[in-house]
């Protein structure tokens, strides 16, 4: 079955900028969804097909996906920032709906 | 004001069954397909089933397939999840989660909507 693999954790200090990796077999020919989820909270959807990014939420937060890795970027870091990310996709080949392992965003 | 509101959570055995509901306002439920994700305690995000806005498509994680079994009723704005044969492992809580796109077919889409979620605990 088709794998997203996500660093565990990432550090960043306030108003620098944060990448999150999500790693697949050719991931760049699958569409990525990006979710924010904070303690005790449902997951919140910060990025769509890649780089789309739903209303309300804000530009700094961005996607791209191509070769082997997506990337959700999130710049000018702030405090209310740190959360869990997750990646997710869908595999056409095991019909299942497939998450990363999720990466926690500490804010120094 | 798009809203899922997941319900039937509880403590149950080993070997059990339960039924969680997910009550859903807001939008036509009858045009979006829906899923349910689940989160064990201090794990990711894991996909448990998916079903299309007509209940013609129907899918399960391989954890959960022969279980579980995903239901809705559209004319109650509800979507269904009943698990038999509950272990240990299917703690977690349990989320319904909305389709981004309108209409029938495979889950390609983002979730764009989640519910606050309703806690399962497996235990004797």
């Known amino acids: 079955s088709y794998v997203l693999t996500q660093p565990p954790s990432v550090s960043v200090a306030p108003g620098k900028t944060a990448r999150i990796t999500c790693g697949g077999n050719?991931?760049?020919?699958?569409?990525v969804h990006w979710y924010q989820q904070k303690p005790g909270q449902a997951p919140v959807l910060v990025i769509y097909?890649?780089?789309d990014r739903p209303s309300g939420i804000p530009e700094r937060f961005s996607g791209s996906n191509s070769g082997n890795t997506a990337t959700l970027t999130i710049s000018r870091v702030e405090a209310g920032d740190e959360a869990d990310y997750h990646c997710?996709?869908?595999?056409?080949?095991?019909?299942?709906?497939?998450f990363g392992g999720g990466t926690k965003l500490t804010v120094l | 004001e798009v809203q899922l509101v997941e319900s039937g959570g509880g403590l149950v055995q080993p070997g059990g069954s339960l039924r969680l509901s997910c009550a859903a306002s807001?939008?036509?439920?009858?045009?979006?397909?829906l899923n349910w994700v689940r989160q064990a305690p201090g794990k990711g995000l894991e996909w448990v089933s998916y079903?299309?806005?007509?209940?013609?498509?129907?899918y399960y994680a391989d954890s959960v397939k022969g279980r579980f079994t995903i239901s809705r009723d559209n004319a109650m704005n509800s979507l269904y999840l009943q698990m038999n044969g509950l272990r240990a492992e299917d703690t977690a809580v349990y989320y319904c989660?909305?389709?981004?796109?309108?209409?029938?077919?495979?889950?390609?889409?983002?979730?764009?909507?989640w519910g606050q979620g309703t806690l399962v605990t497996v235990s004797s």
């Open positions: 050719n991931i760049g020919s699958k569409s």
């Open positions: 079903i299309s806005s007509s209940s013609g498509t129907i």
């Open positions: 097909y890649d780089s």
């Open positions: 997710q996709v869908w595999d056409s080949s095991s019909d299942h709906v497939v």
């Open positions: 807001g939008f036509t439920f009858s045009t979006y397909s």
């Open positions: 989660a909305r389709e981004g796109r309108i209409g029938d077919g495979d889950p390609t889409s983002q979730k764009d909507f």
